[in-house]
């Protein structure tokens, strides 16, 4: 089966902290996505990446950043946190064309 | 452009009892369709999905649905819920990229005993 790992499962920062959260896939799958969910605005796409070094900015990108270095690792970066970011991400790769699977999500407090 | 509309924030079934779940899309190609499900601080699981051919598909854990074109619907249906099944359920669309996704706001499945 399929692995979606993301490194942390709960992650407290303090407001204005770089954050860094890893999501590594084990199937070689060539598209990853990054989604944020919250509460009654159900997964908005963050970024994704269809090959290694590519990104494409999806519906909220704005004070995230994305690294794609090598085909089974993408990271999602906050700058600077904020407590707006306060959220659960979930990392997911697919096959293009294919479904997605998911990781078990990283729940991120900022205070 | 892409949308996708799960009009019940919430819903609860006893037990035993059947279940809909509706989901409507917008999009201007030919859809591929999924419904997935989230137990409590899980990620999502597939449930099923549909690309073409016969309309009304088959998933795991019992579940069916059924493409309606006519009515751009996508509705999940299970004929006896239970209480396991209680989740939160998101129907998504997949672009003819092939590798982007949008999702619906999800809709909240309690099941009393």
């Known amino acids: 089966d399929v692995k979606v790992t993301q490194s942390s499962r709960y992650l407290v920062k303090r407001t204005g902290e770089k954050v860094f959260l890893e999501c590594v896939q084990d199937m070689d799958h060539e598209n990853m996505f990054w989604y944020r969910q919250d509460p009654g605005l159900g997964l908005r796409l963050i970024y994704f990446?269809?090959?290694?070094?590519?990104?494409e900015k999806g519906d909220i990108p704005e004070g995230y950043s994305v690294s794609r270095e090598k085909k089974e690792r993408f990271s999602l970066i906050l700058e600077s946190a904020s407590t707006n970011q306060t959220s659960m991400y979930l990392c997911?790769?697919?096959?293009?064309?294919?479904?997605?699977?998911f990781g078990s999500g990283t729940q991120l407090s900022v205070l | 452009a892409q949308s996708v509309t799960q009009p019940d924030i919430h819903i609860t079934v006893s037990e035993g009892a059947s279940l809909e779940l509706r989901c409507n899309y917008s999009y201007g190609a030919t859809p591929y369709l999924f419904w997935y499900v989230q137990s409590p601080g899980q990620g999502l699981q597939l449930l099923l999905k549909?690309?073409?051919?016969?309309?009304l598909v088959q998933g795991i854990k019992g579940f069916e649905a059924e493409f309606k074109r006519s009515q751009s619907s996508f509705n999940l249906r299970k004929p006896s819920v239970h209480w396991s099944d209680a989740a939160e359920y998101f129907c998504?669309?997949?672009?003819?990229?092939?590798?982007?996704?949008?999702f619906g706001t999800g809709t909240s499945l309690t099941v009393i005993p």
């Open positions: 998504a669309v997949l672009t003819n990229t092939g590798n982007q996704f949008y």
């Open positions: 990446s269809y090959d290694v070094k590519m990104k």
């Open positions: 997911a790769s697919s096959e293009t064309g294919e479904k997605l699977f």
């Open positions: 549909y690309f073409s051919g016969d309309t």
